[in-house]
């Protein structure tokens, strides 16, 4: 059986984790981390990272990224595999996540769902056919609780879509004012509001035609799952920085 260590077990993805993991017969979750600490149905939840009695096999981290250096530190410390579903780093704590894996296994997306993965193969594909003639925009839509934008799986989608471009197009986060003609940009637009899981847009716009590839979440348990089955799979792995299509 497959220990887990569930950070952010406060929150609502890591209460789903806990809940999947529940129902797993290959894999338990053992103890929890979250700054507020406490009990959730029996299962201690520490404080921080120091505090962890016992050693789990793998941590799966819905939190955020102010928990990121106590994480890393104990991963790399206690060679404990790392699966990584927070979004919003800096590109400092984006090398501390690359530098980590040198030492570590490290499972980082930012999104689990098997139809985004799906989507980022499918916006590749379409750049690729479509080319240089169709403007690209990609609208993402999240709960108002959602802190970062644009959200990391617009990203993910951006980068999809760039790579058909040797990544020689620049991001444009939404346009306001005397902005002027649109250049060779991707546009990226973020929605907030109510309690939408999370909804992403890849528009193909060419003249006289749109292509739109769409995904809509309508539960977070389908990240939550993705990110057991990633634990499952990065157990006992060797050092390196692993993704969701090394599974797939």
């Known amino acids: 059986m497959i220990k887990v260590a569930v950070c952010g077990a406060c929150g609502k993805m890591g209460a789903n984790v806990i809940?999947?993991?529940?129902?797993?017969?290959?894999a338990v979750a053992v103890c929890g981390i979250d700054a507020r600490g406490g009990n959730i149905g029996g299962l201690t939840v520490y404080s921080s990272f120091e505090d962890i009695a016992g050693?789990?096999?793998?941590i799966i981290d819905f939190s955020s990224p102010a928990a990121l250096n106590g994480e890393l530190e104990y991963a790399v410390k206690n060679n404990v595999p790392a699966v990584i579903g927070s979004t919003g780093f800096?590109?400092?704590?984006l090398a501390k996540i690359k530098k980590a894996s040198e030492k570590v296994a490290i499972f980082r997306t930012a999104n689990f769902s098997l139809g985004v993965n799906l989507l980022c193969e499918l916006v590749k594909r379409a750049a690729q056919t479509l080319g240089e003639k169709f403007d690209v925009e990609i609208i993402e839509k999240h709960h108002n609780?959602?802190?970062d934008a644009p959200s990391g799986t617009a990203l993910m989608l951006a980068d999809s879509v760039n790579s058909a471009f040797d990544n020689g197009k620049p991001y444009v986060n939404g346009r306001e004012g005397i902005c002027g003609k649109r250049g060779n940009e991707i546009g990226m637009h973020a929605v907030r509001g109510g309690t939408i899981v999370g909804e992403h847009d890849v528009m193909f716009c060419g003249e006289d035609e749109i292509i739109?590839?769409?995904?809509?979440?309508?539960?977070?348990?389908?990240?939550?799952?993705?990110?057991v089955k990633a634990a499952k799979w990065l157990a006992g792995k060797p050092a390196g920085m692993y993704q969701m299509k090394d599974i797939l």
């Open 90 to 93: 800096t590109d400092e704590q």
């Open 145 to 147: 609780k959602k802190v």
């Open 19 to 26: 809940e999947i993991l529940q129902g797993d017969n290959e």
């Open 212 to 227: 739109t590839v769409s995904h809509s979440a309508r539960s977070k348990k389908v990240f939550a799952a993705g990110a």
């Open 55 to 58: 050693k789990p096999d793998v």
